[in-house]
């Protein structure tokens, strides 16, 4: 009698448990957005900014380093800006900018909130494995 009243709850709650409607989390989302970058199989980095923003104006002028831009194209490097691509901005939650975001394989592995110089930066890119 006691194991009936054990088993008897769990048989209910399991089948609650199977019909509960997962929610697509954020990185399936993030994956329908990238998923052209994704089939190339190379490290994304996302750059988010505002055209309004002192410190994104500095970070864009560094892209066109030489030596970064030659680090640059190794990777997957998108930009997004506030005004135009408001739905990335929900997607990947940002709130501060600039914010930069390396992910490999659809899954973040690091984000940067703020400019980041040069150096830092170069070290950062040359620390990427292809």
């Known amino acids: 009698m006691k ?3 054990f088993i ?7 089948p609650l448990m199977v019909t ?8 399936q ?7 052209k970058t994704q089939e190339v199989k190379k490290t994304d980095m996302l750059y988010f900014g505002a055209t ?7 970070m864009k002028k560094l892209f066109k380093d030489p030596e970064v831009k030659k680090e640059l194209d190794r990777l997957n490097f998108r930009m997004f800006d506030e ?12 709130t501060k900018y600039p914010t930069t975001i390396f992910q490999a394989e659809g899954a973040i592995s690091t984000r940067y909130t703020g400019y980041i110089p040069r ?3 170069l070290a950062i890119l040359r620390n990427i494995k292809d």
């Not at 008897?8 to 399991?14: A, G, K, Q, W, Y």
């Not at 509960?20 to 990185?27: G, R, S, T």
């Not at 309004?52 to 500095?58: A, L, M, R, S, V």
């Not at 005004?83 to 940002?94: L, N, Y």
């Open 29 to 35: 989302i993030e994956r329908v957005f990238l998923k």
């Open 8 to 14: 008897l709850p769990l048989l209910l709650i399991i």
């Open 83 to 94: 005004a135009k691509d408001k739905e990335m901005f929900k997607i990947f939650r940002i």
């Open 52 to 58: 309004w923003c002192p410190p994104c104006n500095k």
């Open 119 to 121: 150096k830092d930066l």
């Open 3 to 5: 194991s009936i009243k």
């Open 20 to 27: 509960i409607p997962v929610q697509k989390n954020d990185l």
